[in-house]
């Protein structure tokens, strides 16, 4: 008997403990949480916040004022929720990337419901990351290499409408065309023919306009219209889809990357299945959404940066013209993959674009769960707003933030200060397309064109991004001072037999 009793008594004894144990460190947890305060800041009027404050004025100043007051972390309550704003370079990787599966992505509803609910930038964990390694195919380094001179196409195509107009046209609205045109041609290749595109183009225009309305559903609202547009865009995508199951060729594009994956193998928790055609569209949509208004906004700063600073437009024609034009024979042979390596200069004012314009000036997470941040208490169903236009305007990070300056960049920035394409699991995909195609449309630019802004370019507007008042209206005109017209430019485009040197 007694060789059972005592046993038993250390047994109950060491359970006692650790019970007592464990209840003592849930206690210590809830005294420590409750002792937590929230962020300092001001939550504003009841229900609306202060949302007023932020649409009334450059959110740059609302954010930035309210960082000069309450410090790096602060509250405030906007669009009927309540947020934190987090202006450090620190706290941005906390949300983004160390502590990234406490704050998932969160977008309005009636937001997804327009590009999709199954667009991979609503969702965090499986299907994400599923998602993700299908997009980042199509845009990694030997997909974009092999994509030159699709994308060398779309901007002489794009420039020569422009210039084509005569009249002063607004820079934004040729940018949207061309980061359209890249777009389409990174989801479909070459493969979509006009009639098909123009039906994508014209429905895609109307879900954006309604994107950007206020989201009420009666007939004849933008919003009612962009529902029933995504509809059409979504019987359009399912015939393409259609057509290429048919002739058993899905291809090696985007959209045949979404088409043929299956979701794992069954050893790892997949189920082997397809993506069906609505989670297809609906990442089709969500790539096109998140190509084209930015880069488009982007381009423009950097049309806007380089009229406004003539030396510096000089030194840039003076890098494409010496050591790209001359070697391609006058612009009569195609860009390669090696020389958009080389354009040094031109690389270093894509970032200072980036930088200084920072078309995303924030992104937005929501807690999961009670996070604790340097002792401040972020609640659960908070929004969270990494702040990255403050960070890449502050002078703890960026000596005279308001300076144009692309010599910054001759030293790479410190650590998580220089994010315009986001960071962690959710960061762009798509930053080299981008910066691609920035450095084409540069190279012909500033090699086969002259252009004038027109009217007052310091404002700014949002589309919803911020872009010089009225997309900076501007007169391009073509420059032929060194013999070679548009027109034998253009044609290096219907050379086949090109020699594409990589
Ligand atoms: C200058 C142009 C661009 C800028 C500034 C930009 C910026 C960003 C940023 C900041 C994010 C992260 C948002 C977040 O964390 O909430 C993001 C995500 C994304 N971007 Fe871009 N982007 C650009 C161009 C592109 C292009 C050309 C593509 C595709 C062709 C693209 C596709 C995406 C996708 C699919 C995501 C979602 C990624 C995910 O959730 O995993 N972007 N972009």
């Known amino acids: 008997m ?19 144990y464990a209840s003592r460190q849930k206690k210590n947890r809830h005294e420590q949480e409750a002792a937590l305060k929230l962020p300092p800041g001001s939550m504003g009027l009841p229900y609306i916040g202060e949302t007023l404050q932020l ?20 509250k405030t309550h906007l669009l009927g929720c309540p947020c934190v704003m987090l ?5 941005a990787r906390f949300v983004l990337v160390s502590r990234a599966h406490l704050f998932r992505p969160t977008y309005p509803r009636s937001k997804e419901r327009l590009i999709g609910p199954s667009a991979l930038f609503f969702h965090q964990g499986d299907y994400h990351l599923r998602l993700r390694r ?19 196409a779309a901007v002489r195509s794009a420039l020569a409408s422009w210039a084509a107009d005569g009249d002063a046209a ?25 009639r098909r595109k123009e039906e994508l183009r014209r429905n895609y225009g109307v879900v954006e306009k309604g994107y950007n309305s206020f989201p009420n559903s009666f007939p004849g609202t933008l919003y009612y219209k962009a529902i029933q547009a995504r509809r059409r865009l979504n019987g359009v995508l399912s015939d393409i889809v259609r057509e290429r ?66 030396k510096l437009l000089e030194a840039v024609r003076a890098e494409h013209q010496a050591a790209i034009r001359e070697s391609n024979d006058g612009g009569r042979r195609p860009l390669t993959w090696a020389q ?24 937005f997470r929501e807690a999961v769960a009670d996070v604790e941040y340097k002792g401040f208490l972020i609640p659960k169903g908070w929004k969270v707003m990494p702040l990255f236009r ?31 394409f986001g960071s962690g699991v959710h960061a762009c995909p798509g930053n080299e397309l981008a910066k691609l195609e920035m450095l084409v449309l540069i190279h012909h630019l500033v090699t086969g064109y002259r252009w004038e802004t027109v009217g007052l370019s310091d404002e700014v507007e949002y589309s919803p991004f911020p872009v010089p008042r009225h997309g900076l209206l501007a007169k391009l005109r073509e420059d032929n001072s060194d013999g070679v017209n548009g027109k034998e430019r253009q044609a290096v485009d219907n050379h086949d037999d090109c020699e594409v040197i990589a």
């Open 245 to 310: 199951r048919a002739r058993g060729e899905p291809g090696s594009d985007l959209l045949g990357c979404l088409m043929q994956s299956r979701d794992g193998d069954r050893d790892h928790g997949g189920d082997g299945a397809l993506l069906t055609d609505e989670q297809v569209a609906d990442n089709v949509i969500g790539v096109l959404f998140a190509a084209q208004d930015t880069t488009a906004s982007v381009l423009t700063w950097i049309v806007k940066y380089l009229h406004d600073q003539p």
């Open 2 to 20: 007694a060789a059972y009793f005592i046993p038993l008594c250390i047994f109950i004894i060491a359970l006692a403990a650790l019970s007592y």
């Open 134 to 152: 299908l997009v980042q195919g199509p845009l990694g380094p030997e997909a974009l290499r092999r994509l030159v001179p699709d994308v060398e």
């Open 87 to 91: 202006a450090s370079p620190e706290a």
């Open 390 to 420: 403050n960070i890449h305007h502050s002078p703890d990070y960026f000596q005279d933030p308001h300076k144009f300056d692309p010599s910054r960049f001759e030293v790479a920035p410190r650590p998580n200060t220089f994010t315009p």
């Open 340 to 363: 958009t390596r080389s354009m040094t200069l031109t690389h270093r004012v894509i970032l200072e674009s980036l930088r200084m314009a920072s078309i995303i000036s924030f992104t």
């Open 55 to 74: 649409y009334s004025q450059d959110p740059g100043v609302f954010f930035s004022s309210k960082q000069k007051r309450y410090g790096e972390i602060f």
């Open 170 to 194: 607004s820079t934004f609205h040729a940018m949207k065309r061309l980061s359209f045109d890249v777009g389409i041609v990174t989801i479909f290749g070459g493969r979509l023919d006009e």
